[in-house]
């Protein structure tokens, strides 16, 4: 035992390089440590730290990793690392520092790393930052600062990444970024920015991705994006931009995704998009547009991805997607279109989903979407059709997921049958609606196929089935401006030692796409996760999200959909969920079934499982028909 060392009652080698003492409820750090000094990483994230002591750390001089993350520190010791000079990463975030002393970090000339987020730091000493000249990533998010004074980051040349999000800043000081020339990520969403002065970015020449979302913004100056060459996102939605000026992106070659959207938009230039070229994302949902300008696209020739979504638009003229043959999803939903000319996607031939829902439409040309060979989504549901030409899906043939309700449809077009591969078909919610003997064999036929459980008319959780609180709570969800990389939430949920990680991870990774709510479980998952981040009942939430995600194993989409929002439920006024028979039904099936097709065996277990759960033996024969 002579070469061991105690800490915290268990034993280690004097010799080790990493400890982890995470998640350990320790209110001081175990003065012991100070004999591993050959230590390079020491993990105390997630502990009921309130103070470090002075000496604490002076023997770990081959520490390169420290993280004080998740505790309750108010404050830091001046001098707390100055024998640390080895230190590449330091973790303070989500403590409850007020204030960060001006020499505390002048020793660490080889940090590359500092996390400062989620404290209550309201100001930064101008020099706080000058010794940190290795320094590649800052985050100073989720603060309560109010003003950056302009020489704060002068000694900072080589720093990548500065998280500046959640604060309080009304105004960015012209010079403040001057110096970080090798600036790559500037995130600014979440301020009170009302104005961004025309100078503010010109030395950050090698930046590739402004976050400028969730804040006051009302204009963008013509200049201001000139010197941004490489910039590949910009970021501006849930402002309130009234207008954009012809030139403001006529630097930006570069740029690969725009987002424009919940903001006062009524009108876009026709020329504005023109330089352009390498635009793969384009987002203008949430706006006030009344017409698109039939050349305002010609340029975006590599565009992919175009959300004109939640606007006023009553007509798209007949060539305004000409050009755009790399399309492959075009939203239109939410709008007032009354009528699609006959020709208006007829060079998407890239398309692989198109949405329609909650138009104005009355009838579709029968050759609308003739070209549209790649399709794989089609929504054109919510709107007054009341007939569907025979052969409107005839050349659909690669056609996954249809959506017709909420029309007035009498009958659906044999043309369907030609979809040889579709997997989800909504048609709930036409009155009076006939199915020809065709369709229903190849609806069961489908049923039968698809290991996901989309079911047709009378058996589907992804139709007539999904709940209208469920609709309503998404809709309500999806409104929140909350965004976050995958990689973040995978860093987040870990900690918590979640049972249904494996089943989550796949869920995350699932690219499908609902056939009526035109969503990935991803989609709907970034918006929960906002809620439970920022709730006070966070653990609460967490644990709950655990649950309901182990009782969503082998239920269809829309069960695991309605399984997540259910972890909200109780909590947001706007968020009401009821777990439905159907999805009782439909788990019990798909569970049965286990990928296998529907035999006489597996319908008789199917059976007496639902007999089991008091289902009526009428409902029963409807799903196992």
Not at 105 to 116: G, P, R, V
Not at 208 to 217: A, G, M, P, V
Not at 350 to 355: G, K
Request: one cysteine or more; aromatic letters at 8%.
């Amino acid at each position: 035992m002579d070469n061991k060392i105690e800490i915290c009652g268990e034993y280690y080698d004097r010799d080790i390089t990493e400890l982890d003492l995470s998640y350990r409820k320790k209110r001081k750090i175990p003065t012991n440590i100070k004999y591993l000094v050959k230590l390079e990483l020491l993990d105390l994230n997630t502990n009921q730290l309130k103070e470090i002591k002075e000496n604490t750390f002076d023997k770990l001089i081959n520490l390169q990793n420290l993280d004080l993350g998740c505790n309750h520190l108010t404050e830091i010791k001046e001098n707390i690392f100055d024998r640390l000079t080895n230190l590449q990463c330091l973790i303070l975030g989500s403590n409850q520092l007020t204030e960060i002393k001006e020499n505390t970090f002048n020793k660490l000339t080889n940090l590359q790393t500092l996390n400062l987020s989620r404290n209550k730091l309201t100001k930064i000493k101008t020099n706080t930052f000058n010794s940190l000249i290795n320094l590649q990533i800052l985050d100073l998010g989720y603060n309560h600062l109010t003003e950056i004074k302009e020489k704060t980051f002068g000694q900072l040349t080589n720093l990548q990444d500065l998280y500046l999000n959640g604060n309080k800043l009304t105004k960015i000081k012209t010079n403040t970024f001057n110096s970080l020339i090798n600036l790559q990520d500037l995130y600014l969403y979440g301020n009170k920015l009302t104005e961004i002065k025309e100078n503010t970015f010109d030395q950050l020449t090698n930046l590739q991705e402004l976050h400028l979302e969730c804040n006051k913004l009302t204009e963008i100056k013509e200049n201001t994006f000139d010197q941004l060459t490489n910039l590949k996102t910009l970021d501006f939605n849930y402002n309130e931009l009234t207008e954009i000026k012809e030139n403001t992106f006529n630097q930006l070659t570069n740029l690969q995704e725009l987002h424009l959207e919940h903001n006062k938009l009524t009108e876009i230039k026709e020329n504005i998009f023109d330089r352009l070229t390498n635009l793969t994302q384009l987002h203008l949902y949430d706006n006030e547009l009344t017409e698109i300008k039939e050349n305002t696209f010609d340029k975006l020739t590599n565009l992919q991805y175009l959300y004109l979504n939640g606007n006023q638009l009553t007509e798209i003229k007949q060539n305004t997607f000409d050009k755009m043959t790399n399309l492959q999803k075009l939203h239109l939903y939410f709008n007032e279109l009354t009528e699609i000319k006959e020709n208006t996607f007829s060079r998407l031939i890239n398309l692989h989903t198109l949405d329609l829902y909650g138009n104005k439409l009355t009838e579709i040309k029968e050759n609308t979407f003739c070209r549209l060979t790649n399709l794989q989504t089609l929504n054109l549901g919510c709107n007054r059709l009341k007939e569907i030409k025979e052969n409107t899906f005839g050349r659909l043939t690669n056609l996954r997921n249809l959506c017709l309700d909420y029309n007035k449809l009498k009958s659906l077009p044999l043309s369907i049958l030609n979809c040889k591969r579709l997997r989800g078909l909504a048609y709930a919610h036409n009155r009076d609606i006939t199915i020809d003997i065709r369709i229903q064999r190849f609806i069961n036929r489908m049923y039968n196929y698809n290991n996901h459980g989309l079911f047709s008319d009378s058996q589907n959780v992804h139709s007539s089935s999904i709940q209208e609180s469920v609709k309503k709570s998404i809709y309500n969800l999806m409104k929140d401006p909350f965004t976050c990389k995958k990689e973040f939430i995978i860093e987040t949920i870990l900690p918590y030692n979640l049972k249904c990680i494996s089943s989550l991870l796949s869920y995350l990774d699932d690219e499908d796409y609902h056939s009526t709510l035109l969503l990935t479980f991803y989609d709907v998952f970034v918006k929960v996760f906002g809620r439970i981040s920022n709730s006070e009942h966070k653990e609460e939430l967490m644990r709950r999200l655990d649950e309901e995600m182990m009782e969503s194993e082998c239920k269809c989409f829309t069960g695991r959909i309605t399984r997540l929002l259910n972890v909200l439920n109780g909590f947001y006024e706007d968020i009401q969920i009821t777990i439905s028979n159907n999805e009782r039904i439909s788990a019990i099936i798909l569970s049965t079934l286990d990928g296998q097709e529907m035999s006489d065996e597996l319908r008789e277990i199917c059976r007496a499982k639902l007999k089991d759960i008091g289902i009526e033996d009428e409902e029963i024969e409807v799903w196992l028909r």
